[in-house]
């Protein structure tokens, strides 16, 4: 069983930076990736960014050049800084990894991106 808690949200302009955590706790084994996902209103759910275990990345392409996913396995936590901020970026964002065939999401947290 993994839990999965992020941090890190909050209000900022555009044009300014947040950085997210996400803290996995629990039984943690083998995890093959950990994600960040956003969610808008009215909108589906999307991928934002990816991680491997070989520390391979993938980005969303209205992210990328802005946006960087790091991990710290030390501390079994992933991060998404976020810079140049736009107001298009504002969603509730979603930290994601899988274990066996189970998948785990953390409860979310609010980004929103407003002058």
């Known amino acids: 069983q993994v839990q999965l808690a992020e941090s890190g949200g909050g209000l900022v302009q555009p044009g300014g930076s947040l950085r997210l955590s996400c803290s996995a706790s629990?039984?943690?084994?083998?995890?093959?990736?950990m994600r960040w996902f956003r969610q808008a209103p009215g909108k589906q759910r999307e991928l934002v960014a990816a991680?491997?275990?070989?520390?391979?990345?993938v980005y969303a392409d209205s992210v990328k050049g802005r946006f960087t996913i790091s991990t710290e396995n030390a501390k079994n936590t992933v991060y998404l800084q976020m810079n140049s901020l736009r107001p298009e970026d504002t969603a509730v964002y979603y930290c994601?990894?899988?274990?066996?065939?189970?998948?785990?999401w953390g409860q979310g947290i609010q980004v929103t991106v407003s002058s």
């Open positions: 994601n990894t899988r274990q066996g065939p189970t998948m785990y």
């Open positions: 629990g039984i943690i084994f083998g995890l093959p990736f």
């Open positions: 991680i491997t275990s070989d520390k391979s990345t």
